[in-house]
């Protein structure tokens, strides 16, 4: 029986050695191999009180296409936009390799971000990436999407750290997105444009979407479901996500229109 007992804990202690890589610490301690940063970190921001898992959210579309195509090191995830702080603290805990609670020059200049966002969600990523800036953290794109903030908030100027900024828009209705956003610092970041489109003239259809977002705010409503907007944006994302990020493919001026292109 003795030796039966032993020979299970044997099966387990390897059983667990296999599950679990692990490092010996200085002092002599067991500890478990720390993961390795994503290389690169794409974060979305559904827009009103949406849940951030809302099938029918484009931003929540395209995270689930970028998870199925891009490489499997990049770590994606939607916040509703009310949890902006929390989005923060994740991408720092993830730009942190060594683990020791502090990001080093390296570790910061290191990062490879990507934010989006619709509604109000397109008002937290300028948020986010101005909190990012006071960090020292650098930004890859940043992507609103009929962008609105809330009274206590601007979104409107882009701040040094991002290297590429982009706006989609549309003008009507009692909720439309901000038209036009600029650089704090130009020769720092490249607005790509501030675009438009027309849902009165060309409307696209959306599924799962409430009484009040159809009859209230339809225009707004259209530029979170519309697959031609996301697919363009998935693009200019998947641009990012490569080890040499290409040039966009927007070849415009700084904050040009461009009227009602679908």
Same mark, same amino acid.
């Given at each position: 029986?003795?030796?039966?007992?032993?020979?299970?804990?044997?099966?387990?202690?390897?059983?667990?050695?296999?599950?679990?890589?692990?490092?010996?610490?200085?002092?002599?301690?067991?500890?478990?191999?720390? #993961?390795?940063?994503?290389?690169?970190?794409?974060? *979305?921001?559904?827009?009103?009180?949406?849940?951030?898992?809302?099938?029918?959210?484009?931003?929540?579309?395209?995270?689930?296409?970028?998870?199925?195509?891009?490489?499997?090191?990049?770590? /994606?995830?939607? +916040?509703? &936009?009310?949890?902006?702080?929390?989005?923060? &603290? /994740?991408?720092? &805990?993830?730009?942190?390799?060594?683990?020791? @609670?502090?990001?080093?020059?390296?570790? #910061?200049?290191?990062?490879?971000?990507?934010? %989006?966002?619709?509604?109000? *969600?397109?008002?937290?990523?300028?948020?986010?990436?101005?909190?990012?800036?006071?960090?020292?953290?650098?930004?890859?794109?940043?992507?609103?999407?009929?962008?609105?903030? #809330?009274?206590?908030?601007?979104?409107?100027?882009?701040?040094? &750290?991002?290297?590429?900024?982009?706006?989609?828009?549309?003008?009507?209705?009692?909720?439309? @997105?901000?038209?036009?956003?600029?650089?704090?610092?130009?020769? #720092?970041?490249?607005?790509? @444009?501030? +675009?438009? +489109?027309? %849902?009165?003239?060309?409307?696209?259809?959306?599924?799962?979407?409430?009484?009040?977002?159809? %009859?209230?705010?339809?225009?707004?409503?259209?530029?979170?479901?519309? /697959?031609?907007?996301?697919?363009? /944006?998935?693009?200019?994302? @998947?641009?990012?996500?490569?080890?040499?990020?290409?040039?966009?493919?927007?070849?415009?001026?700084?904050?040009?229109?461009?009227? *009602?292109?679908?």
């Amino acid at each position: 029986m003795l030796r039966v007992a032993e020979s299970r804990i044997l099966v387990a202690a390897l059983m667990v050695s296999a599950a679990v890589p692990l490092l010996m610490a200085a002092d002599g301690a067991v500890m478990a191999r720390p #993961k390795p940063a994503p290389s690169y970190i794409v974060v *979305g921001f559904v827009g009103g009180f949406v849940r951030h898992n809302n099938p029918h959210q484009g931003p929540v579309q395209l995270a689930q296409r970028i998870q199925r195509t891009f490489p499997n090191d990049t770590f /994606i995830q939607v +916040f509703e &936009n009310r949890h902006r702080k929390t989005a923060y &603290n /994740i991408i720092l &805990n993830l730009l942190d390799r060594n683990h020791d @609670g502090v990001l080093s020059d390296e570790e #910061k200049a290191r990062a490879r971000i990507v934010l %989006y966002g619709h509604s109000w *969600g397109g008002s937290a990523v300028v948020l986010l990436a101005r909190e990012l800036n006071r960090a020292g953290i650098p930004v890859l794109l940043t992507v609103q999407v009929d962008s609105v903030a #809330k009274p206590w908030q601007t979104d409107a100027v882009i701040p040094q &750290n991002v290297a590429s900024a982009v706006n989609f828009y549309q003008p009507h209705g009692l909720i439309h @997105g901000r038209p036009l956003i600029t650089a704090a610092e130009p020769s #720092k970041t490249q607005v790509l @444009g501030n +675009f438009r +489109f027309d %849902y009165r003239k060309d409307p696209v259809q959306c599924e799962g979407m409430s009484w009040f977002d159809r %009859y209230i705010t339809p225009s707004h409503m259209q530029s979170m479901c519309d /697959i031609h907007l996301w697919t363009r /944006i998935e693009d200019l994302v @998947g641009q990012r996500l490569q080890p040499e990020p290409a040039l966009a493919a927007l070849p415009v001026p700084q904050n040009s229109m461009e009227q *009602g292109q679908r």
